[in-house]
């Protein structure tokens, strides 16, 4: 079992931005992938960006709709990942949900609400 621990969710003006973080406990070594998806409310959920992790290499995938305004990146020491999203729109509310990957098992955080309004 992985528990996984969100933070950084909140109301932000368009334009703004915030940072997500989702800690992994430091006990687990063998996470392949960590991301984040996120559902908005009558949608399904959808992958924002994920990390995926071979060997030493880290390779990142990222939506098409936040492409240059979202960063993920991953700190393996601390088995963190965290999300710094920029340029926020009110189509980017929505419940944001860390992912991890573990042989080959998706674990999932409880998810962390971000509303993007003025």
């Known amino acids: 079992q992985v528990q996984l621990v969100e933070s950084g969710g909140g109301l932000v003006q368009p334009g703004g931005s915030l940072r997500l973080s989702c800690a992994a406990p430091l006990t687990i070594f063998d996470i392949s992938a960590m991301g984040w998806y996120r559902q908005a409310p009558g949608k399904e959920r959808e992958l924002v960006a994920r990390i995926r992790s071979v060997g030493s290499t880290n390779y990142a995938d990222y939506a098409d709709s936040v492409k240059g305004r979202f960063t993920i990146s991953r700190d393996s020491a601390k088995n963190t990942v965290y999300l710094q999203m920029n340029s926020l729109k009110p189509e980017d509310t929505a419940v944001y949900y860390c992912?991890?990957?573990?042989?080959?098992?998706?674990?999932w955080g409880k998810g962390t609400l971000v509303t993007v309004s003025s």
């Open positions: 992912n991890a990957v573990r042989q080959y098992v998706n674990y």
